[in-house]
């Protein structure tokens, strides 16, 4: 393992690294940006189901690679303990960056009575996990980071690139998983004897914050994603959009 360095070739096109990485591996496709963006790549993870995936490729050659956790404040408190388990056993380099707001208080002011469902999920995750993202990034200002998002988990995620410039935030989002189905992350968590999330055994595959309006688990023949804002058209919680929208 190795502590990154800065690397002189932090500007490529998006168009540029897809030809170059058309044909990698994801290890492969990890290793590239490492060596592309030095000190400039950071990760994002949730500590979600089978994040450990993601988390392994890139800390096996950076070590000290910086992975940013969004804590939106209504996380559930398993994912929590698996983040802090993770980091701690794997001496993880784990960015926490937290909403601003006290949950309890947000709920209140917002007209959100039920704190096990969320009314508004857009104005939810404005407030509490695109806002700190945002901050996120700005504070890191990365050239590039490494996310978790695959072809097969929704339609939009179908149409995404491995390489795409993120407007919002001015750097390269790198998905090394893009094509990799769950079957493939799971030859590769077996192979290297990876955790997964607690809630996997109990049928979540996407994991998120806790109202059962934004996580539930899935059954039987269901999709992936079809667990996260169900029974609504939204799929994402924006941070893996330009403009942070809500689709
Ligand atoms: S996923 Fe749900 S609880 Fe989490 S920020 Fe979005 S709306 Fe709020």
């Known amino acids: 393992m190795t502590t990154a360095a800065i690397s002189p070739f932090t500007h490529i096109s998006p168009e540029v690294a897809n030809k170059i990485t058309a044909d990698m591996a994801p290890p492969d496709i990890v290793r590239w940006a490492i060596e592309t963006f030095g000190s400039k790549l950071i990760m994002t993870s949730s500590f979600g189901a089978e994040s450990m995936c993601l988390i ?9 690679i ?54 508004d999920v857009d104005a939810c995750c404005h407030a509490n996990k695109n806002s700190v993202f945002d901050r996120a990034m700005q504070s890191l200002a990365p050239v590039a980071w490494l996310r978790g998002i695959r072809a097969d988990q929704s339609t939009h995620r179908s149409q ?6 993120n407007r919002r935030t001015g750097a390269l989002a790198i998905s090394p998983l893009l094509r990799w189905s769950s079957k493939d992350i799971h030859h590769y968590m ?50 893996h959009l330009d403009q942070g929208a809500g689709i």
């Open 56 to 64: 392994h490729l890139a800390t096996r050659t950076v070590a000290d």
């Open 66 to 119: 910086p992975i940013v956790f969004i804590n939106t404040g209504f996380l559930f408190p398993q994912t929590l303990i698996f983040m802090e388990t993770m980091r701690r056993q794997y001496r993880l380099n784990v960015v926490e960056f937290h909403t601003e707001n006290d949950p309890v208080v947000w709920l209140s002011v917002n007209g959100e009575s039920d704190p096990r469902t969320r009314r």
């Open 160 to 165: 995404m690139q491995t390489v795409e410039a």
């Open 190 to 239: 077996r192979q290297h004897e990876l955790p997964y999330h607690p809630l996997w055994n109990e049928g979540y595959a996407s994991i998120g914050c806790n109202p059962v309006t934004c996580t539930r688990p899935l059954s039987a023949g269901e999709n992936v994603r079809d667990g996260r804002w169900s029974g609504t058209d939204k799929k994402e919680c924006g941070i």
